[in-house]
């Protein structure tokens, strides 16, 4: 359990969250325009979470779940997986 709190507050976590988000969004075949709407934000905010220069509140970031009809524990998890694997050479 300590190595996952620590992970949240690193800016490698906050990217692989950014990643499942745009991945979930391009799965849905959705804009950054039409997520942002959907989820009362605006699209510059969006796409600085994307690119995981954004650290959200567990409301804001409940919401871009809801948007991307996705519940909030499936999104975290993918972000979770995308943190832990390989990388690529």
């Not at 948007?67 to 990388?87: D, Q, V």
């Amino acid at each position: 359990m300590r190595q996952s709190r620590r992970a949240l507050r690193q800016p490698a976590f906050l990217r692989a969250l950014g990643l499942a988000i745009q991945s979930r969004r391009e799965q849905l075949s959705l804009t950054i325009v039409q997520v942002a709407s959907l989820s009362g934000t605006t699209p510059a905010a969006l796409a600085r979470v994307e690119a995981g220069g954004r650290n959200l509140t567990l409301l804001q970031l409940a919401t871009i779940a809801g948007a991307l009809e996705i519940s909030l524990p499936e999104l975290l998890s993918r972000a979770e997986r995308r943190l832990h694997r390989p990388r690529r050479r």
